[in-house]
């Protein structure tokens, strides 16, 4: 793991993939071959012909979330031994790449519960908190949600005030979490509180919390620009009851834990981002042949092939810098600086490639019966939740400035 | 088990035309055959068991291989073929036979027809390898363990024929027999460590020439161009109707 560590700062080998055993090697193995066109296959027949009812009614059908369930799609991040897939980071990106091709809001709820919902049990829980949450929310019967954001708490997520005392073998928990994607229907809350208000950041701790612990309401759910269909709310802990033996990790580390979820989520939230940028160059290809003015395809244009040409050279980037911050991640490399990067990058892609979608469609872009205009939505969150672009900008700033000068 | 080109998939000739070109093509489980490993599979979760899958053809066929261990079937045998040895419909019933013989078989089920060659005989040329019963085209299969028997119905041209006969026996599976499965995502990667057992096909000792030989392909003739009326639509409409009954000669 030594070399490793010294592999990712500085040593440019790291491009071509050379280093003695550790080969990057991103060829997919037959069975994520098989399991990205069983997804496709999925999508086709199960989700995508209820776009626009979702679309409509800020709602993902019941019958698509069960289906779901049974293809597999809530285990990506659970062990096998926990009844889940256990796919490497790598592994897991190229599912989400194949996911992000289709109604963001849907696979918001599937990003959520794998990524920050359920990984900081992976990482950091006991065995037997493992062995109780982890089967049920590999099949999907408990989903996943992460609680950090407060009213006055974003982007300085240090500053939450929920607050957790101890209370003989309990913690009573009180305070408000806003914006919480998936808070409607989750059982399983990863909650950030403070345990130790004299100590800062250090004086955070992560607890485990269950829907129907008493004291536990969710709020209002919010109307949101896009990703229809995932819901985030406010969430309530009035004098909430936690038993101790569902502090997450240790106490006092619920701040770093929290920061290590969100740097986790990172590769598997630009990999949505590159499958949807990936679906937008396929309609605009597509379009812009069949699109004819002043007697020819647009295509023909060349201002088209270089919006074309643009969108397909930024997806290319993406895509290396995604699987090489995943594969770092499966060396169990820290990669805060990278992951940040990779963040920004991904959404900054998003957001542009979107915008030459919409552009490329001209008035049909902006249509809402077509698809086009909904990915233009859902793209803009990408620059704000899980850390917005200019705090991972601090972020990659912060770790330049550790290097000696 | 049999790996054909998707229908959908565009058929190009090789030079000297007997063969397809197989550059390019997208491979699927023959849709009969998964129709009939879904029974299987059924048939496994009513009364336990063990679902074999055995396939034959070259190394791509692994990739249909997996697909149906994923689906669920217990294990599978893959005769290995290479491009050297000709083939006819004969010679891989008895191939197959051969392997059923060795593993041991209560139901032998088959898809009613590959939708490539269109042959409809493997399932049949098996049975009579082994000396089976054999009931084809079935849209309705019930076993009754205790007495050993089967149960099916066949989809005849306006009319269903119930027969019966004993195990073991081999049956072929025609569309509305089940809704095969699709494999979930657990399932693919528990495929991954299921056994297959490969038989070389030189090692079966077959050394029979085929009975049958593909003396050369054509093409079908190309489609022509469509005809698209435009104009008034009162008169294409008139034109239309004309054009049906005068050159189509459907109304
Ligand atoms: C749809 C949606 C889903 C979400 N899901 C979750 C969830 O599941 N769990 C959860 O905990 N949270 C969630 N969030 C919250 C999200 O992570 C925060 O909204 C985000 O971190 C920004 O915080 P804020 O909204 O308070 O903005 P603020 O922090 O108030 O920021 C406002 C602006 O100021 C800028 N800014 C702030 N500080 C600095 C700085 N130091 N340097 C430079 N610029 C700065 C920001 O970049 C931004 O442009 C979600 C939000 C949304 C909208």
Not at chain 1, 65 to 77: E, H, I, T, V
Not at chain 1, 184 to 189: L, R
Not at chain 2, 11 to 38: C, S
């Given at each position: ?128 908190q493992k062995a109780y949450y982890l089967p049920k929310m590999a099949t999907g019967e408990w989903i996943g949600a992460f609680a950090l954001t407060e009213p006055e708490a974003g982007s300085n997520a240090a500053a939450i005030r929920t607050t ?242 | ?228 009326l435009t104009g008034d639509p009162e008169e294409a409409a008139r034109e239309l109707a004309r054009l049906l009954r005068e050159e189509a000669h459907v109304i």
């Amino acid at each position: 793991m030594i070399a490793i560590t010294q592999f990712i700062d500085i040593d440019p080998r790291c491009i071509v993939g050379e280093k003695d055993g550790d080969m990057m090697d991103f060829t997919l193995s037959p069975e994520i071959l098989q399991m990205k066109e069983a997804v496709r296959d999925f999508i086709a027949r199960e989700v995508e012909p209820y776009a626009q009812q979702i679309e409509e009614e800020d709602q993902v059908p019941a019958s698509i979330l069960d289906a779901s369930k049974a293809l597999g799609l809530f285990g990506l991040s659970i062990p096998e031994a926990y009844g889940g897939l256990g796919l490497s980071m790598v592994d897991k990106c190229a599912i989400f790449e194949e996911l992000g091709k289709t109604i963001n809001g849907y696979t918001t709820i599937l990003g959520a519960h794998n990524g920050i919902g359920s990984v900081g049990i992976v990482a950091f829980g006991t065995d037997a908190q493992k062995a109780y949450y982890l089967p049920k929310m590999a099949t999907g019967e408990w989903i996943g949600a992460f609680a950090l954001t407060e009213p006055e708490a974003g982007s300085n997520a240090a500053a939450i005030r929920t607050t957790a005392v101890r209370r003989g073998r309990r913690y009573i928990l009180n305070g408000q979490k806003i914006y919480i994607t998936n808070a409607p229907e989750a059982h399983v809350f990863t909650v950030m509180a403070v345990t130790d208000p004299s100590r800062g950041a250090k004086g955070i701790t992560s607890f485990i919390v269950e829907r129907d612990f008493p004291g536990f309401r969710v709020g209002k759910v919010e109307k949101k620009m896009g990703l229809h269909g995932s819901h985030s709310a406010q969430i309530f802990f009035e004098n909430l009851e936690v038993p101790e033996e569902n502090v997450l990790g240790k106490e006092g580390e619920g701040y770093v834990n929290a920061l290590k979820i969100l740097a986790n989520g990172r590769a598997g939230l630009a990999a949505r981002s590159l499958g949807s940028c990936e679906y937008l160059l396929d309609r605009s290809l597509q379009y812009a042949r069949e699109r004819h003015q002043f007697g020819k395809p647009i295509f023909e244009q060349q201002i088209i092939q270089h919006y074309l040409a643009e969108m397909a050279t930024d997806i290319e980037t993406l895509r290396w810098m995604m699987y090489r911050v995943a594969w770092l991640v499966d060396q169990g490399a820290n990669v805060v600086k990278e992951a940040a990067m990779l963040k920004l990058y991904g959404s900054e892609v998003y957001q542009r490639v979107a915008d030459k979608a919409v552009q490329i469609h001209g008035g049909l872009g902006y249509i809402s019966d077509y698809p086009i205009e909904r990915f233009y939505r859902d793209a803009r969150i990408t620059r704000i939740y899980e850390g917005t672009s200019e705090i991972q900008k601090n972020i990659i700033a912060a770790a330049l400035n550790k290097t000696k000068n | 088990m049999k790996q054909v080109p998707d229908t959908a998939t565009l058929i190009r000739l090789q030079p000297g035309a007997k063969q397809i070109e197989t550059q390019g093509i997208k491979w699927v489980i023959n849709p009969y055959d998964e129709f009939a490993l879904e029974e299987g599979l059924r048939l496994k979760e009513r009364w336990g068991g063990e679902v074999v899958l055995v396939a034959l053809g070259p190394a791509r066929v692994e990739e249909a291989i997996r697909q149906g261990l994923a689906m669920g079937a217990d294990r599978a045998v893959h005769v290995l073929t290479n491009d050297a040895v000709e083939l006819d419909v004969w010679l891989v019933a008895q191939a197959l036979a051969r392997v059923c013989r060795e593993e041991g078989y209560d139901l032998i089920l088959t898809g009613k027809q590959a939708v490539d060659d269109d042959q409809a005989q493997v399932g049949p040329l098996v049975a009579v390898a082994l000396g089976l019963p054999q009931v084809t085209v079935v849209v309705q299969l019930a076993i009754d363990a205790e007495s050993r028997r089967l149960r099916a119905e066949r989809e005849l041209e306006g009319a269903i024929e119930v027969v019966e006969a004993p195990l073991p026996a081999v049956v072929t599976a025609q569309r509305g027999l089940n809704e095969p499965r699709y494999p979930t995502l657990p399932n693919i990667m528990k495929a991954k460590r299921k056994e297959v057992r490969t038989v070389a096909w030189e090692s079966l000792g077959l050394e029979a020439a085929p009975l049958v030989r593909i003396e050369s392909l054509s093409l079908p003739p190309a489609r022509p161009a469509a005809k698209i009326l435009t104009g008034d639509p009162e008169e294409a409409a008139r034109e239309l109707a004309r054009l049906l009954r005068e050159e189509a000669h459907v109304i």
